[in-house]
């Protein structure tokens, strides 16, 4: 594997030709993920059969909507040897939540097809079953999300202005690794209909969470994201405790499209909600509404809390400081897979 390195521009290739993985904290997404390159190495020396692949690497999309009084979540997830997808409508201010979920066992299940050819830079995303349908396109300005859900009464054709991503390359374990591509408070455009009625898309944002790699067999992760206007100004946050912590994290803080890295943060959970703090963060969150999903297979665990509410207090970017009083999510994990 390579060694460190962090700079504006990203590798042209993730996973080189000889299986090594190039390690950084990027201004722009890697154009190729090399994943015909994959090699599972083995912590007592050489290489994994290719078909453990199956079970070490994972790949999810995570798309986050605020309409405003309403967030709309979309997740979907490829474990390799199984998928699953969920999606929620809330209203966190009246503590109102509805969501599907669907989970299925092996390689080819689901219709789920996560085609990243160019990276995260283009390529497709696609869920298609008997309960409805997520499409994304991605080209180097623009990511059109289409989506049509009856189960929830939800359904939306929007385009998203790129923002500067943060893209990130950790080790993770004695031979893993870790790549995330986060945009956040992308402007939108197009429609959205919910329970039938459409949506003002004038003030609304939007964030895509891109991973994969091969993760620990156990991971934690706290995470808290958000996204508000300052005037006229969008502005977002994303930060983590847990996954991408190898000299680097994956908090950052968007106003206008433009990046800002920070220090890490910690997270204290205070009943429902949490206090998240560090050198360039003090904020309150309160939960209003959530989305579980806990099971205990043995082999396969997981416990999954993801509460939608409201952040208050302040960031620090650049000695300027941004009060902050704005819709988001904190997530709290931990899975065994």
Same mark, same amino acid.
């Given at each position: 594997m390579n060694g460190w390195h962090e700079c504006v521009s990203a590798p042209d290739r993730l996973v080189q030709p000889d299986g090594r993985v190039a390690f950084g904290w990027w201004r722009e997404a890697v154009g190729d993920l090399g994943l015909s390159q994959l090699r599972i190495p083995d912590p007592l020396g050489g290489v994994k059969p290719g078909w453990q692949r199956i079970f070490r690497f994972k790949r999810w999309e995570f798309w986050s909507l605020d309409l405003g009084h309403v967030l709309i979540g979309l997740a979907l997830v490829d474990l390799g040897y199984a998928r699953s997808m969920f999606a929620y409508?809330?209203?966190?201010?009246?503590?109102?939540?509805?969501?599907?979920? %669907?989970?299925?066992?092996?390689?080819?299940?689901?219709?789920?097809?996560?085609?990243?050819?160019?990276?995260? !830079?283009?390529?497709?995303?696609?869920?298609?079953?008997?309960?409805?349908?997520?499409?994304?396109?991605? !080209?180097?300005?623009?990511?059109?999300?289409c989506?049509?859900?009856?189960?929830?009464? %939800?359904?939306?054709?929007?385009?998203?202005?790129?923002?500067?991503?943060?893209?990130?390359? %950790?080790?993770?374990?004695?031979?893993?690794?870790?790549?995330?591509?986060?945009?956040v408070a992308m402007r939108m455009t197009g429609s959205c209909e919910v329970d039938g009625q459409s949506c003002d898309l004038s003030r609304a944002l939007a964030s895509v969470d891109r991973s994969l790699g091969?993760?620990?067999?156990?991971?934690?992760?706290?995470w808290c994201s958000l996204m508000g206007w300052q005037?006229?100004?969008?502005?977002?946050?994303?930060?983590?405790?847990?996954?991408?912590?190898?000299?680097?994290?994956?908090?950052?803080?968007?106003?206008?499209?433009?990046?800002?890295?920070?220090?890490?943060?910690?997270?204290? !959970?205070?009943?429902?909600?949490?206090?998240?703090?560090?050198?360039?963060?003090?904020?309150?969150?309160?939960?209003?509404?959530?989305?579980?999903?806990?099971?205990?297979?043995?082999?396969?665990?997981?416990r999954f809390t993801q509460w939608q509410g409201r952040y208050r207090g302040v960031i620090y970017r650049n000695e300027q400081s941004y009060a902050i009083d704005a819709q988001g999510l904190w997530e709290d994990h931990f899975v065994r897979w």
């Open positions: 409508v809330a209203e966190p201010a009246l503590n109102k939540l509805r969501s599907m979920q %669907v989970k299925a066992p092996g390689l080819k299940s689901l219709g789920i097809n996560l085609h990243w050819p160019e990276g995260f !830079q283009s390529g497709k995303t696609l869920l298609q079953t008997r309960r409805g349908y997520v499409q994304v396109m991605a !080209q180097a300005h623009e990511l059109n999300l989506f049509d859900l009856p189960e929830l009464a %939800v359904k939306g054709d929007l385009r998203m202005e790129r923002v500067e991503p943060l893209s990130l390359c %950790v080790p993770a374990g004695a031979t893993g690794w870790t790549y995330t591509c986060k945009e091969l993760m620990r067999r156990e991971t934690a992760w706290q005037a006229d100004q969008p502005y977002g946050l994303n930060a983590a405790l847990g996954v991408n912590e190898s000299g680097q994290t994956e908090n950052a803080f968007w106003l206008d499209g433009r990046l800002c890295k920070l220090d890490s943060v910690s997270f204290h !959970q205070t009943g429902q909600g949490c206090f998240v703090s560090g050198t360039h963060v003090a904020l309150n969150f309160n939960g209003m509404s959530q989305f579980n999903d806990h099971f205990d297979l043995g082999l396969l665990a997981s």
